[in-house]
Each structure stands twice: as C-alpha cells, then as structure tokens.
C-alpha cells in the first residue's frame, strides 16, 4: 500500500483551481491507481484538515508534436478535493 506522500504528488496551482478555493475545494495530481478513500486519508494525514468530498477524474495525454515527430503526454489522475468549512491549505495560500 502506497504512503500519502506517495499518493499525492503534487498539487495543481492554475487560476481556474484558484477559483475553486473560493469554494473550500483544492485540485492534486494523484497516484493513478489511488482510490477516493486513499485520497482521503492522505490528504488528511499530510495537511491536518477534515475532507468531505472528493471527485476524481482520468486525464487523458495530449497529442504533442516536435518537428515530424508525434506523440502523447502521458495520462494522469485528477482529484478535487472539498473540505469542511474553516479548514484551508497552507500551501495554495499566498
């Protein structure tokens, strides 16, 4: 079983997530094999916060092109996380 930091792997700092933390909600890049719960209990354990929701989405990879060259960026997992009322993360803060 992955460690929470192994499940996290970064977290997603774009102006629409920077929209959403209006509304108490944070955006990750996840392990691709991490299910809700897992999410859940790591987010918890790594910033001390209490998670009421989480939705989750696959990425597809983009098609890229070099020259002649064509290929994908690779796929990834999305999770939006909604925390309860008066609880934030730090590191999207300032």
């Known amino acids: 079983m992955p460690t ?3 499940i996290i792997i970064r977290p997603l700092i774009t ?3 920077t ?3 209006v509304d108490n909600k944070y955006s990750f890049e996840v392990l691709r094999t991490a299910s809700k719960p897992e999410i859940k209990r790591a987010i918890e354990t790594i910033f001390d916060v209490t998670v009421t929701k989480v939705h989750t989405m696959n990425v597809r990879g ?5 020259g002649r060259e064509t290929g994908y960026t690779r796929d990834w ?3 939006i ?3 309860a009322p ?3 993360i730090e590191v999207f803060e300032g």
């Open 15 to 17: 102006e629409k997530n």
């Open 77 to 79: 997992k999305k999770a």
């Open 62 to 66: 983009k098609l890229k092109r070099r």
């Open 86 to 88: 008066g609880d934030r």
């Open 19 to 21: 929209a959403l933390m």
């Open 81 to 83: 996380v909604t925390l």
């Open 4 to 6: 929470p930091h192994e």
